[in-house]
Nanobody
């Protein structure tokens, strides 16, 4: 069973908004974990997009999405969101949600949030396609 499940992807026109959601599979909770969003475009390596600490006191973004994307979480709903605005064709990718065990020292700062091997659990991804 995949630990995390992403949803909300789809085909949108450039400039449109889109909101992705990430929830744990049945019986799990990641409220004490830092969470991150990554993406992988065709022919490219997976890259960090955004991250949020377990209590939402810090958020981090890649330069390519800063000012356009917002990561948030609702621990009462056990859900992490990625609100995307002003989408561009270059945002086309499979978007992945991931959980990082910050209580054990992982994802200690912005640098480590961006490293895939800091994350223990991953989802299967949701496709976002932005047409020009």
């Amino acid at each position: 069973q995949v630990p995390l499940v992403e949803s909300g992807g789809g085909l949108v026109q450039a400039g449109a908004p889109l909101r992705l959601s990430c929830v744990p599979s049945t019986g799990r909770t990641f409220n004490t974990y830092a969470m991150g969003w990554f993406r992988q475009a065709p022919g490219k390596e997976r890259e960090f997009v955004a991250g949020i600490t377990s209590k939402s006191d810090n958020t981090y973004y890649s330069d390519s999405v800063k000012g356009r994307f917002t990561i948030s979480r609702d621990n009462a709903k056990n859900t992490v969101y990625l609100q995307m605005h002003s989408l561009k064709p270059e945002d086309t990718a499979v978007y992945y949600c991931a959980a990082c065990d910050s209580s054990r020292g992982y994802c200690a700062n912005h640098y480590y949030f961006g490293l895939e091997n800091e994350y223990t659990y991953w989802g299967q991804g949701t496709q976002v396609t932005v047409s020009s």
